[in-house]
């Protein structure tokens, strides 16, 4: 089957020429932290067996399995590193797309106005090459 990614990174050019990704990077840490919550809940509501193999007895209600806590300190511990991780994962892609600024005005350039001034600057060279051999 197909896998999905948590997050789709582009890197996209603005119309005013700035650079960004296309997910935003503060949304990484609450997501991913999310999920992981998410996890540790529904571990909390998973039903035991012997209610639905021992089918003779009454159950008062339905036995679930002991999970851990969401707040107990080692899974507090570990959603901390999840979040320390996540920061040190962001700190490359900020670098990378910082890389970028140089360019900046590459982006914002106006092409139809660029060329317009190379053909004006050409065509002004023309005429001096025309006269150099006169001389």
Known sequence: PAKN???????ILEFDGTLKYSTNLDNFEPTI??????????TQSI?????RVLHNLFWAGTPLL???GA?????DAIRDNI???IKQA??????????YEKFRDLAELNVSDYLAEIEKKEKSTDCDS???PLL
């Open 5 to 11: 990614p948590i997050f789709v990174i582009d890197l």
């Open 33 to 42: 932290v999310s999920v992981f919550d998410r996890g540790i809940f529904v």
């Open 47 to 51: 039903p035991q067996l012997e209610k």
């Open 66 to 68: 002991e999970s851990v």
């Open 71 to 75: 707040h107990e300190p080692h899974v």
């Open 83 to 85: 979040k320390v991780c």
């Open 90 to 99: 962001l700190i490359p892609l900020k670098a990378y797309l910082k890389k």
């Open 130 to 132: 025309a006269l150099i």
